[in-house]
């Protein structure tokens, strides 16, 4: 087996919260400041380090 790089169920990123119910309003507030879309799995954020692979929408 291969190491997976960039695990988008690691915990702390919005892609894992988002399979936990309680978390999901966190999730939903975050995303309407968006900033940020996770390559890995197409999760936004407004903070990178809240993603696993996270790409401006800035730019
Ligand atoms: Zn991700």
Same mark, same amino acid.
């Given at each position: 087996?291969? *190491?997976?790089?960039?695990?988008? &169920?690691?915990?702390?990123?919005? @892609?894992?919260?988002? +399979?936990? !119910? /309680?978390?999901?309003?966190?999730?939903? *507030?975050?995303?309407k400041n968006? &900033?940020?879309?996770?390559?890995? @799995?197409?999760?936004? +954020?407004? !903070? /990178?380090?809240?993603?696993?692979?996270?790409?401006?929408?800035?730019?």
């Amino acid at each position: 087996m291969e *190491e997976t790089k960039k695990d988008c &169920r690691a915990k702390k990123h919005l @892609c894992d919260l988002m +399979a936990d !119910k /309680a978390a999901f309003e966190a999730v939903k *507030e975050a995303a309407k400041n968006a &900033r940020f879309i996770c390559k890995a @799995c197409g999760r936004t +954020a407004g !903070k /990178a380090e809240s993603l696993c692979d996270p790409l401006s929408l800035d730019a």
